[in-house]
């Protein structure tokens, strides 16, 4: 069979998965070391390349930057704090496997007088050379990142760290014009005059960015640290019942509601109640009239947290195209499959038959119903009472690319359903599904008991189980077994068809071949 014979046979707009392609092998536990002017971190990368997941993932608020604006040098304690860390990485490293580790400096190490005797510093006492990059190599790497969990987004990224800021635009997969400014909190922090000063700069400053990027009114994608700490406390503020950072969303006026919340609250107040670190509490009133200033300016049509950047833009360099062209969510899913189901492959036999009950989804909708199929038998081993409720858990929380806060809930709520006919109650469940319309929750009801039922038909991964077809006008839903099958359609399984019918407001047909 030839290749394209092959991709045409297997799932049509996802193609053949490829965590096992030597290109993607190469890319498996793989190490950066990324030394930033407040923090410095080691990433370790493993399982599918495209959508990977954090192995290992430290950081150590060093503060490097802290002060460079007055002094022109790097912060004493922080360069003592930053080699110890890497000293520390370094080792892990080697004890992980990852092979030579990458790492790069930004933009307290680029401008700092002794930038390169630290590096010199580093280099004799770890053996680890750190690549200095300016700031718009710096605005690209983010931009991949971005790229890495949003494939063939619109919009503008906008980094932060401690010494300075990045925007840069992404268009259909492919990164453009990027500028770079030295709107790091830290910095801002020395800017004599005062507050008043202060936000002068912040103004002029952005609005000398603006013309020069033009008119940037699709999404605003936020990364950095600072950035994800104003999000935390926006979730806190708001009673917001999922606590994942990555693709959370923020109006304009939910961002200025916030930076006068932050404004008028005390510090120590606001770090107890959003779990944010001192250190980081320290720079977050700065970053967020920044952040401010930026929506002003800008008027993005909306706003998202991205938990992907410099570190993932790094490993998304490395990445071949064919690769960068898979939907993050389907690799990440067809990987935990082969890694964690009793039956790997039978998740695309599972939904082959449950698929003619959704001829009219959406393709993202058939997106989500595909990956649950791929997920439905992977929590497993979880203990009976509570299988229903981690593989919601699982869903939800889980380190996944290309999906939304609600696609989340909805691919729970599908899984939960996998397991459990009936909902689970609880207080700190039911604030998390009621993200979603009623109508949503009862299709992602529909797409579980669909599970549930073709579960039971479980032969082997390229089984032929039989059909079924729903009839809308009619309301009815038939079900035609093959032979193999039949024998599998037992008291359970045909009480579970008939929840099925229930769900879609459709009688049960039956079609048993002898």
Partial sequence: MSEN?????????????????????????????????????????????????????????????????????????????????IRRFQRLAEGMNTGPLTAVATAAVREAEDGQEFRDLVESETGLQLHVIDGTEEARLSAQGVLLGWPGSYGLVCDIGGSSMELAEISDGVVGKRVSSSLGPQRLMSVKGGRKARKALIRSTIQELHARLGTQQNRLFLVGGSWRAIARIDMQRRGYPLHVLHEYRMSRKAVSATAKYIAEQDEDSLKAESGVSASRMKLVPIASEVLKEVVREFRPRDIAISSYGIREGMLYEQMPQSLRDRDPLIEACRFAESKDARLPGFGRTLYEFIQ?????????????????????????????DYRAETCFNLATQANLAGIGHNERIFLGLALLYRY????????????TAELLSQAEQTAAET????????????????????????????????????????????????????????????????????
């Avoid at 038909?457 to 099958?485: C, F, N, T």
């Fill in 447 to 514: 797409v579980g008991k669909a599970m549930r039922f073709g579960a039971m038909l479980w032969l082997q991964k390229d089984a032929h189980i039989g059909k079924m077809r729903l009839y809308p006008k009619k309301r009815v839903l038939e079900l035609s077994l093959s032979r193999e099958a039949v024998p599998l359609f037992g008291e359970v399984a045909e009480a579970r068809f008939t929840s099925l019918a229930q769900a879609l407001k459709a009688e049960p047909k039956i079609v048993l071949k002898q």
């Fill in 356 to 384: 003619p009950l959704f001829k009219a989804a959406a393709p993202e909708r058939l997106k989500l119903i595909k990956a649950a199929c791929l997920l439905h038998d992977v929590s497993w081993r979880a203990h009976p």
């Fill in 5 to 85: 014979q092959a991709n045409s046979s297997d799932w049509g707009l996802f193609g053949r998965p490829l965590f096992q392609d030597p290109k993607a092998r190469a890319l498996s536990r793989v190490g950066v070391v990324d030394v930033g002017s407040n923090s410095v971190r080691l990433v370790v990368f493993d399982g599918a390349a495209r959508s990977p997941a954090y192995f290992f993932n430290e950081k150590v608020m060093c503060g490097l930057g802290e002060g460079i604006g007055e002094t022109g040098r790097l912060n004493p304690s922080g360069r003592t704090r930053a080699l110890s860390a």
């Fill in 420 to 431: 459990s006919n009936s909902r689970i109650t609880t207080a700190r469940f039911e604030p």
